[in-house]
Structures are given as structure tokens and as C-alpha cells.
């Protein structure tokens, strides 16, 4: 257990599905983070949020939202997704996105998109 | 564009050889420096970090990176490589301006023979 916590570990969806993705962290972290993980491609960070505050969209499809009700736990939630969506999502946190820091990560969420 | 290159895709060696994996980023300015690994099936676990002073880093089992300005290179080294070091290795680099900001490189997968 790497103190983040992502839930649950394999999802597949339909194109036309909604189903939500989950983070929770128990480090007292103040900033959490999505990124994209594609077979042979770099990890994609989507988005940061810090102190509950949304800090970053890296250009991310609508399809894609995010909800950080607390510092504790992200959600990812998907909607109407394509195939090309299948991937390894990674959530992470890190103690204030402001200050730096390294990152912990979670274990992923493997998604595939039919 | 702003970007983190890891040269080799797979590296192969036999236990007790050298170890170097290269890492370039093409950021100006100021950088935090990362190596993350990645074991079969686990999440990824920092290995060692450079934010400031003596760029010769030393990591978590025997890992060492050097930081060298001039090349906007952050390779990663072990003298002698063992077959539990067999996993994925991604540098990171974060300039200190924009902590939001963590790229990744597309990552390196070390197999070590026995």
C-alpha cells in the first residue's frame, strides 16, 4: 500500500457507460493529481487539483471530469468515452502542488473502452 | 514544445553489469529532476530526486543519477544491475516555475537476465 488508494482496479465500459474512478489519500496531502498512463507514450498528467481547487486541465476531452470534494479523494468521471480512452489511469498526491515535492502514486486503474 | 526523452525502450542486460539509462528534457531554466520505477504489477516508487545542490544524486538501492546542466541530462546509473531491479524506470522533470507542471518521459523497461 503506497498510502493511495485507487478504486477500483479494473473497469470496462461501454462507449455509451458512465462509471466513475476514485482516489482517496490518507498522507495529508493537499494536492492530487490524474494522470494517463498508454502502452509506450509518456504519462500524461489531465488534471491537478490543490487544496480542492481545480489548478490545472491539461486540455482534457469534456468527456473527462473531475470532482476533488475534499483533499482526501478525486474522482474521475467518464462519460461516452471512445476506445482510444483504454489506458492506465494513475492518481498521485503530493503535500501543496505550489511547493513541490515528490509525488505518491496509486496502483491504477487499468480501463478499457468497448 | 516543452519534453522529456528516454532514448532506450528496453534495455536487457545480465545480472552484474552496468546500468545507465539516459534521460533529456528540453525545459529551460530552473528543473526538479525525478526517477520513478515501476515494478511488474506494483505502482510507481520514487528512486531518488535533484532539486538543488550536488548533482550527483544517490537513490534507494543503489541507484544514482547526475544532473549535467550544460546537456539537460538526468541519467540514471547503477554499477551492478540484479535481476530484482527488472521493472520500468521514468525520469520526471517539473520546472521550478510552474510546480503544476510534471512531465514524464515514455519510460525504459530494464530486463535483467539471472
Known amino acids: 500500500e503506497t498510502g493511495v488508494t485507487q478504486t477500483p482496479r479494473h473497469l470496462v465500459m461501454g462507449m455509451t457507460n458512465k462509471k466513475s474512478l476514485k482516489c482517496e489519500q490518507h498522507?495529508?496531502?493537499?494536492?492530487m493529481y490524474w494522470y494517463k498512463q498508454s502502452a509506450k507514450k509518456p504519462l500524461e498528467l489531465m488534471f491537478v487539483y490543490n487544496f480542492k481547487e481545480q489548478t490545472e486541465n491539461n486540455s482534457v476531452p469534456s468527456r473527462f471530469s473531475p470532482e476533488c470534494p475534499n483533499s482526501s479523494h478525486l474522482f474521475l468521471h467518464l462519460h461516452t468515452l471512445q476506445p482510444e480512452d483504454s489506458a492506465l489511469y494513475l492518481c498521485?498526491?503530493?503535500?501543496?502542488?505550489?511547493?513541490?515535492?515528490?509525488?505518491?502514486f496509486g496502483s491504477g486503474t487499468r480501463l478499457t473502452v468497448v | 514544445a516543452q519534453s522529456v526523452s528516454q532514448h532506450n525502450h528496453h534495455v536487457i542486460l545480465s545480472e552484474a553489469a552496468s546500468l545507465e539509462l539516459g534521460c533529456n528534457y528540453s525545459?529551460?531554466?530552473?528543473?526538479?529532476l525525478f526517477w520513478y520505477v515501476q515494478y511488474p504489477g506494483q505502482h510507481l516508487q520514487l528512486l531518488l530526486k535533484y532539486f538543488s545542490g550536488d548533482p550527483l544524486v544517490k537513490g534507494i538501492k543503489g541507484f544514482e543519477a547526475e544532473f549535467i546542466k550544460s546537456k539537460f541530462s538526468f541519467n540514471l546509473r547503477k554499477p551492478s544491475v540484479q535481476w530484482s531491479d527488472t521493472a520500468e524506470y521514468f525520469c520526471a522533470v517539473r520546472p521550478s516555475y510552474n510546480n503544476n507542471d510534471m512531465r514524464f518521459g515514455a519510460g525504459t523497461r530494464l530486463t535483467v537476465k539471472p
Open positions: 498521485a498526491s503530493s503535500q501543496d502542488a505550489r511547493t513541490g515535492g515528490s509525488y505518491t
Open positions: 498522507l495529508g496531502h493537499n494536492a
Open positions: 525545459y529551460g531554466g530552473t528543473v526538479n
